[in-house]
């Protein structure tokens, strides 16, 4: 697999927190979470609730993790992790969006085609200090 891809470790990533990953394609530029399901199998989805697309579930020290659930800490919502449905809040309903990866020897790496690269950590592109606001 491309280095570019990898994001972390199988083993960084446990059931009951999060993981934040950048994904990068040119100049453009998301955030995901890696977190593991029930069944053992690691998920990438968004970082950020449905509601409100400013807002990160996982601010980088991990989102709240509640009985197999993902928890939105601004608004309460919470999405089941099996799926990313939310089932609880202003979003009910929605789905958090996902993203392709693939894990090879012992690592996670992003393969959906729509980026090129991956790499650990929150975005340098969203200013922390404006909550999560994109400043231009």
């Not at 993981?19 to 989805?45: I, P, S």
């Not at 709240?64 to 919502?77: F, I, P, S, T």
């Not at 999405?79 to 789905?95: I, Y």
Request: hydrophobic residues 35%; proline residues 2%.
């Amino acid at each position: 697999m491309d280095e570019d891809r990898r994001i972390a470790a199988t083993d960084e990533v446990s059931a009951d927190e999060t993981l934040v990953f950048t994904a990068k394609a040119g100049f453009e530029t998301t955030e995901g979470l890696l977190t593991r399901r029930e069944d053992g199998t690691v998920v990438a989805y968004t970082n950020y609730c449905p509601h409100w697309r400013d807002v990160r579930l996982d601010k980088g020290s991990s989102a709240l993790v509640r009985d197999g659930e993902l928890v939105c800490q601004k608004h309460g919502a919470t999405f089941e992790k099996r799926s990313g449905d939310c089932n609880f809040g202003p979003c009910e309903g929605a789905v958090l969006d996902t993203f392709e990866i693939a894990v090879e020897d012992s690592a996670i790496y992003l393969v959906d085609d729509e980026w090129d690269a991956a790499e650990p950590g929150l975005s340098e592109e969203r200013d922390l200090s404006s909550g999560g606001r994109i400043d231009f």
